[in-house]
């Protein structure tokens, strides 16, 4: 099957005061060249991986295939200070993946204010997230004749879901920013907002299926529905076992009622199963790896990893 491995940003500094802690660099350093090695293809550049700059940033990357993105950061003239997009192909579909971050705030204002805004570092200038979105968007879908648009969003939570509403063009939004864990994929207006897992904890799998043009469909609403259609038929084998062996007729008009109610339940569950159809066309369903102890390290990279958060250390 193939494989498109993208990093919404943020996972490089756990916090933005990490710029004095001494382990910090040489951590975010060997993040980039595993992301790299792993064969990342993406990574939006979020507000904790500017900590040490954007020129940490271009000569750590500089020559590997892992490309940050970012639609709207700019410099103090109004350039690019990197590019908005990547457009690769997989499994022969075109993909175009954007990346975005944390519109400027007010300098008086508090970092990571509700408005979606941030304080960024001096010279860096985050213009506004929708607008530099759209342009994106367009560009790839007329230009480069993309199949697919995923926006990688390393904004708030409440930013991502505005997007998700409003950026006509865009299939799938992963967000990054203020850490939720997992979730459901939630359909937003015109686009499919995805949670990618916290702080390496989770790696998310979007699995995606992009033949014909309808709509996507959740592959996971059809499997809920028939999970919960299982457990209503068997709610309705047990109130049948009691209707047979009843005598009172009030128990048995309130079984009934029942009966009929888990009936109805249950139709309405079927007709949810049927609407997804089978798991052809576009269709998408998302899981979780989770990280435990029952997935085995690598031992070189283990070894890089102890070298700068030591075993016992409060980082590791």
Not at 2 to 7: F, Q
Not at 75 to 80: C, E, F, L, M, S
Not at 102 to 107: K, L, V, Y
């Given at each position: 099957m193939?494989?498109?491995?993208?990093?919404a940003g943020n996972a490089l500094f756990k916090t933005l005061a990490d710029g004095q802690d001494a382990t910090a660099k040489p951590r975010a350093e060997?993040?980039?060249e595993q992301l790299d090695a792993q064969g990342y293809a993406a990574m939006a550049v979020g507000q904790r991986d500017l900590v040490l700059g954007v020129d940490f940033l271009k000569k750590k990357t500089k020559g590997a295939k892992l490309k940050l993105v970012s639609a709207n950061l700019v410099?103090?003239?109004?350039?690019?200070l990197f590019p908005a997009?990547?457009?690769?192909?997989?499994?022969?579909?075109?993909v175009g993946v954007i990346g975005v971050s944390?519109?400027?705030?007010?300098?008086k204002a508090p970092a990571g204010s509700a408005d979606g805004t941030a304080l960024l570092p001096e010279g860096v200038r985050g213009l506004p997230v929708g607008p530099a979105v759209a342009a994106e968007v367009k560009r790839l879908r007329q230009k480069e004749q993309v199949g697919l648009v995923v926006l990688l969003a390393a904004v708030p939570y409440v930013e991502a879901v505005k997007l998700a509403q409003g950026a006509e063009g865009v299939d799938f939004v992963v967000q990054s920013h203020d850490g939720r864990g997992v979730g459901m994929a939630q359909r937003q207006g015109v686009s499919t907002l995805v949670q990618p897992g916290e702080r390496g904890r989770q790696v998310a799998k979007l699995e995606v299926s992009v033949e014909g043009t309808a709509p996507f469909t959740d592959l996971s609403e059809a499997n809920r529905a028939r999970e919960n259609q299982r457990m209503v038929e068997a709610n309705i084998a047990r109130v049948r076992e009691r209707l047979k062996a009843e005598q009172n007729e009030d128990t048995r008009r309130s079984l009934q009622e029942t009966l009929t109610s888990f009936e109805s339940r249950r139709d309405a569950?079927?007709?949810?199963?049927?609407?997804?159809?089978?798991?052809?066309?576009?269709?998408?369903?998302?899981?979780?790896l989770q990280l435990g102890a029952d997935v085995a390290s690598d031992a070189a990279v283990q070894k890089q990893v102890e070298r700068v958060e030591p075993p016992g250390s409060a980082g590791h």
């Open positions: 193939p494989v498109l491995a993208l990093d060997l993040l980039l410099d103090a003239k109004g350039q690019p997009s990547v457009v690769t192909t997989v499994g022969g579909l075109k944390p519109a400027s705030a007010d300098p569950l079927a007709r949810t199963a049927a609407a997804q159809g089978p798991a052809t066309g576009r269709t998408y369903l998302l899981t979780y």
